[in-house]
């Protein structure tokens, strides 16, 4: 494999879960890493002191809420100040608010596609110019295999997890003439905080739709998202790709 030396990613949500686990893979792989998170400073600062001591880069940690327009266009002003460059933007920070659709409140929808949707768009927008200018970049957006299948109880979170196949193909389209390539993973079920919520009996009704019997870890999904800011997979761009244990195929 090629490396990341000299690079620098951005990867949104970096604190905790799928999130932690790319800051861990990219600054192995060599590259300089922002943290982003929205609340949990303390797992934020450090994931950002661990990256930078383990691997010799060096990695900030920083605030801000994908879906502010104000706050994402500051974000991408102060790291371009810092480091001067933009070269794998990770859009990883998501949430969920799961329950009946007949139950559901506009604010909880509008929640959802705040962070999950609108804030790709946002990072994507404000980072691309930069990337534009370099003719070269690497944008990966985290849907799920809930965007591919639907689920009851979670509509808003599969409406905004599929949209981000829309926004992966056009951009893919539109940015492949500069250099960029834009693809789109969905895990499955992976073990984070996310899927700790899950009663033991979800779980095991779950374990019978995975071929492979087992839950994912972050680092699987990691592993991919090393593979697509490689050099080693300039001629991937537009693709949605699965890591799921087979649990859709
Ligand atoms: N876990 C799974 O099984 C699974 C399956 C399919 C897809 N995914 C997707 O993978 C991604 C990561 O999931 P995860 O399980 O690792 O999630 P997680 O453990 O709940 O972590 C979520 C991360 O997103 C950050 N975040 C939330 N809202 C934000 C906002 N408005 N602005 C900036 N950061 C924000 C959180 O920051 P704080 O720490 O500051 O709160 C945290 O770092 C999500 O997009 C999720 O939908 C997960």
């Not at 829309?166 to 250099?179: I, M, P, Q, V, W």
């Amino acid at each position: 494999m090629s490396s990341l030396k000299g690079k620098v990613s951005i990867v949104t949500g970096g604190s905790r879960g799928i999130g932690s686990a790319i800051c861990y893979k990219l600054a192995e792989l060599g590259s300089n890493v922002v943290v982003n998170y929205s609340g949990n400073q303390e797992k934020a600062e450090f994931v950002a002191k661990d990256i930078s001591e383990k691997f010799d880069i060096q990695a900030l940690a920083l605030k801000f809420d994908v879906g502010s327009e104000t706050e994402v266009e500051a974000a991408v002003a102060q790291i371009i100040e810092k480091f001067g460059r933009v070269d794998i933007l990770v859009n990883n920070a998501g949430i969920t608010s799961d329950g009946l659709f007949v139950r559901s409140k506009l604010s909880e929808w509008e929640k959802v596609m705040n962070t999950n949707l609108t804030g790709p768009y946002l990072c994507s927008r404000a980072v691309t110019k930069h990337m534009m200018k370099a003719k070269s970049g690497r944008i990966i957006n985290m849907s799920s295999v809930i965007g591919e299948t639907g689920n009851a109880g979670q509509a808003s979170y599969a409406a905004s997890k599929s949209a981000l196949f829309g926004l992966t193909k056009s951009l893919a389209k539109e940015l492949g003439s500069r250099g960029i390539t834009v693809n789109c993973i969905t895990p499955g079920f992976i073990q984070t905080d996310m899927t700790a919520v899950m009663k033991e009996e979800q779980i095991s009704q779950m374990l019978e739709q995975i071929p492979l019997k087992k839950l994912g870890d972050a680092k699987d999904i990691a592993s991919l998202v090393a593979y697509l800011s490689l050099d080693d997979s300039s001629y991937i761009t537009g693709q949605v790709i699965g890591v799921n244990g087979g649990m859709n195929m």
